[in-house]
C-alpha cells in the first residue's frame, strides 16, 4: 500500500491527540516534526513514532517533500507556514484560529488556492460522533423542518488567578477569546446542522478580571430556512458533567415532528410530538478528543485527498464561518442585529 508522507509542524498542548490520530491511519506515515523545544519534540516522537525532528520548518518541508504538512501551531504564524507549503506543492491541513484577523484568513485561502494545493482547516467539532449523527437525523427528516437550536456550554476553566495558566497560558492575553477560541466551533458546528446565517446578534462579556478578552456570551444566529440557534456560554462557571471536555456541553434540536437532545455524556435521544423521550443507538467512543473527532476528521481528509472529494472545512468554506464570527463581534459592539452580506 502506497503510503502519504506528512510532517507536522508543532509540539504543544493540543498537538497530541492529532498525533495519536495519525498512528491509527495505515496510509499516512508522519515522517518528520518541526518544534523549536527539543525536549517536547523528543516526547512526542517517543510516544508517536515520529523519525525525524527538525527546528526549521522550511528545511523540513524542502528535505522530506511530503505529501502534506500538519501545522499544529498559533494563528500568527499561519501564513508564512501556508504560504512556503503551497510555494512547494505540498497540501496544508492548518490549524483553527485560522488567523489574527479575518483579513490575514482570506488572504491565506485566496493564495494557497492560486497555488492549487488542497487546503483545510483542521476544524474538529462538526467531526464528534453526536454532531455526524445528528447531521444525519436532520436529513432524514426525523424531526421535520428545523425550528430551533440551542446549545449550552460550561468549561469552568476560566475563574481565579491562576486562569488557563495549567493548559493553554496564552488564552490570558487574547484579546478576543470566548469566540475566537472556542465559539468559532459551534458558529461551524451550527452551520453544519442548518445551513447559512441570515443575521446574527449576540451579546459578550468578560466575567475574570486577570484576562483580557471576552469569556461569556449569548450568540443567536438566524438561518436563511428559518432556524434560531443560541449558543449560551461562557468558561468562568462550572458545569456538572462527569467529563467536562467531552461534548462541551447539552444541545437541544427542535423541529416541526419533535426534538433531538445530546446530553453530556454523548446520549443523543429523539421525542416525537405526542410521544416518549426514546433513546437514539449510535457508536461514539471516548478516546482522544471529544469523541476522537481529530481522528474522524483526519481520516475524513485522507478519504477526501484520496478520492478528490471537497474537504467540508476547506478555506472556501470555513471563511462563512468565519464572517459570521466577524459578525458576532460587530453586534456586540454596537448593540444591534448584523445582517450578512
Keep these: 500500500m502506497h503510503k502519504l508522507k506528512g510532517v507536522a509542524i508543532g509540539a504543544g498542548y493540543?498537538?497530541?491527540?492529532?498525533?495519536?490520530?495519525?498512528?491509527?491511519?495505515?496510509?499516512?506515515?508522519?515522517?518528520?516534526?518541526?518544534?523549536?523545544?527539543?525536549?517536547?519534540?523528543?516526547?512526542?516522537?517517543?510516544?508517536?513514532?515520529?523519525?525525524?525532528?527538525?527546528?526549521?520548518?522550511?528545511?523540513?518541508?524542502?528535505?522530506?517533500?511530503?505529501?502534506?504538512?500538519?501545522?499544529?501551531?498559533?494563528?500568527?504564524?499561519?501564513?508564512?507556514?501556508?504560504?512556503?507549503?503551497?510555494?512547494?506543492?505540498?497540501?496544508?491541513?492548518?490549524?483553527?484560529?485560522?488567523?489574527?484577523?479575518?483579513?490575514?484568513?482570506?488572504?491565506?485561502?485566496?493564495?494557497?488556492?492560486?497555488?492549487?494545493?488542497?487546503?483545510?482547516?483542521?476544524e474538529n467539532f462538526r467531526f464528534q460522533p453526536w454532531h455526524r449523527e445528528i447531521k444525519k437525523l436532520i436529513n432524514n427528516n426525523t424531526i421535520g423542518d428545523l425550528f430551533n437550536l440551542n446549545f449550552r456550554s460550561r468549561m469552568g476553566d476560566g475563574w481565579g488567578e491562576d486562569a488557563y495558566l495549567s493548559r493553554q497560558p496564552y488564552f490570558r492575553d487574547y484579546k478576543k477569546l470566548l469566540i475566537y477560541e472556542t465559539g468559532v466551533h459551534f458558529i461551524d458546528t451550527f452551520r453544519y446542522h442548518a445551513g447559512e446565517v441570515d443575521s446574527v446578534y449576540a451579546i459578550l462579556k468578560r466575567l475574570n478580571p486577570v484576562i483580557k478578552g471576552e469569556d461569556a456570551g449569548i450568540v443567536v444566529l438566524n438561518f436563511k430556512n428559518k432556524a434560531t440557534a443560541v449558543w449560551d456560554a461562557n468558561r468562568y462557571n462550572e458545569n456538572n458533567f462527569k467529563t467536562s471536555r467531552y461534548t462541551f456541553g447539552e444541545y437541544l434540536i427542535e423541529g416541526s415532528k419533535g426534538s433531538i437532545r445530546l446530553y453530556s455524556d454523548g446520549k443523543i435521544t429523539i421525542q416525537h410530538l405526542g410521544e416518549n423521550e426514546k433513546e437514539h443507538a449510535y457508536i461514539h467512543n471516548n478516546v482522544g478528543f471529544a469523541g476522537d473527532c481529530c481522528?474522524?476528521?483526519?481520516?475524513?481528509?485522507?478519504?477526501?485527498?484520496?478520492?478528490?472529494?471537497?474537504?467540508?472545512?476547506?478555506?472556501?468554506?470555513?471563511?462563512?464561518?468565519?464572517?459570521?464570527?466577524?459578525?458576532?463581534?460587530?453586534?456586540?459592539?454596537?448593540?444591534?442585529?448584523?445582517?450578512?452580506?
Excluded at 472556501?316 to 460587530?330: G, H, P, R
Design 14 to 122: 493540543f498537538s497530541q491527540f492529532q498525533y495519536e490520530a495519525w498512528t491509527r491511519i495505515p496510509e499516512v506515515e508522519i515522517t518528520a516534526l518541526c518544534n523549536s523545544n527539543q525536549e517536547r519534540a523528543k516526547g512526542i516522537m517517543t510516544r508517536y513514532g515520529v523519525k525525524k525532528h527538525y527546528t526549521n520548518y522550511k528545511d523540513m518541508i524542502v528535505a522530506e517533500q511530503p505529501d502534506f504538512v500538519d501545522i499544529i501551531t498559533p494563528p500568527e504564524t499561519h501564513f508564512e507556514m501556508c504560504k512556503f507549503a503551497a510555494d512547494h506543492g505540498v497540501h496544508i491541513i492548518c490549524q483553527k484560529p485560522l488567523a489574527p484577523t479575518f483579513k490575514e484568513a482570506k488572504k491565506i485561502v485566496d493564495y494557497v488556492s492560486k497555488k492549487g494545493v488542497r487546503f483545510v482547516v483542521h
Design 295 to 341: 481522528y474522524i476528521f483526519q481520516r475524513d481528509f485522507v478519504d477526501c485527498l484520496t478520492s478528490g472529494v471537497a474537504f467540508e472545512t476547506n478555506g472556501k468554506n470555513y471563511l462563512k464561518t468565519l464572517e459570521v464570527q466577524e459578525a458576532v463581534y460587530q453586534s456586540s459592539q454596537e448593540n444591534l442585529p448584523i445582517k450578512m452580506a
